[in-house]
């Protein structure tokens, strides 16, 4: 039999690095003094945003607060008291409603489209042409960083009031944000298949259709269903502005107040069951394609 001794012998003990302590004691106070100036950066960030926007503001906030609820009280007690009229006004509003998811599709189709070749052509390794990658990139930049609604204002100043303004809007804005949530899912793939590709003699082409794309499809396309969730939102939001769909009804039948609020919460109810079935039927696909099951 072998004896076999745990840990120090009797009447020692391991010896500590008080260098390693110490360091570590420095290291701790560090972090608490940054969070500490962040915090009262953030705070005094906080409180001088709030005070600049209570001077440009037309009345007080406070005041404002205690009547944060009249306007909301007096539309559905209007559509509680008439609240036969919601299933036929919320029927009426199905054509706008068919607009608005019209409009949302066809702009994620677009939209999801321009984001794949342009995913591919500025992801470092994959990229046909690897000099024009910066440009790229401040190329998809520049499509998310103007709000939907910013685009659609232009558009129907040139092209008139409807969905076509909204659709372009819509399909700019998804381009730039699918596109580099492409290319970071592109970034991670791998590579092997691409270089057994190309050392067959392949086409670039035919290595992104044969290398890549069945690597990354399941999360693209489980990005692109998301998107669509947020497109019909936009797209609702977009007809306050004349870009057509259930957004402008809802505008109209706002505007004429009292009297209508009934028509405003059948909208409303419209546009909150599309949208949560669609968020329903959007998970349970990006389920399928991540898992399989």
Not at 7 to 20: F, L, R
Not at 97 to 122: K, P, R
Not at 187 to 215: C, H
Not at 236 to 247: R, Y
Request: charge should be positive; charged fraction near 15%; aromatic fraction near 10%.
């Amino acid at each position: 039999m072998v004896d076999i001794a745990f840990g120090p012998e009797p009447g020692k003990k391991p010896a500590h690095s008080t260098a390693n302590a110490e360091a570590y004691l420095a290291a701790q106070r560090r972090k608490r003094m940054y969070g500490g100036v962040l915090l009262i950066f953030f705070v005094a960030a906080m409180a001088s945003g709030f005070l600049v926007a209570q001077d440009r503001n037309a009345g007080d906030f406070m005041d404002g607060l205690q009547r944060l609820g009249d306007f909301p009280s007096e539309v559905l007690t209007e559509a509680w008291a008439k609240r036969g009229n919601l299933p036929g006004l919320m029927w009426a509003a199905l054509p706008s409603l068919i607009e608005t998811v019209n409009i949302a599709l066809v702009s994620t189709l677009i939209g999801a489209l321009a984001a794949c070749i342009l995913s591919l052509l500025m992801t470092r390794g994959l990229a046909r042409f690897p000099r024009l990658i910066p440009y790229l990139r401040r190329l998809t930049d520049g499509m998310r960083a103007f709000p939907e609604i910013v685009i659609a204002l232009v558009l129907i100043y040139i092209l008139g009031g409807g969905p076509v303004p909204a659709m372009i809007a819509i399909a700019v804005h998804t381009a730039g944000a699918l596109g580099k949530l492409f290319s970071e899912v592109a970034e991670n793939a791998d590579l092997k298949p691409v270089e057994g590709l190309s050392s067959v003699g392949a086409t670039w082409g035919q290595q992104m259709w044969f290398g890549i794309l069945p690597q990354v499809a399941p999360n693209w396309l489980s990005y692109a269903l998301l998107r669509f969730e947020i497109n019909v939102r936009a797209s609702a939001i977009l007809g306050f502005v004349g870009a057509g769909g259930i957004g402008y009804e809802l505008k109209i039948a706002m505007q004429w107040g009292g009297g209508r609020y009934d028509q405003v919460v059948a909208i409303f109810l419209v546009l909150f069951l599309t949208i949560v079935v669609i968020d329903q039927l959007s998970d349970r696909g990006r389920e399928k394609l991540v898992t399989g099951r």
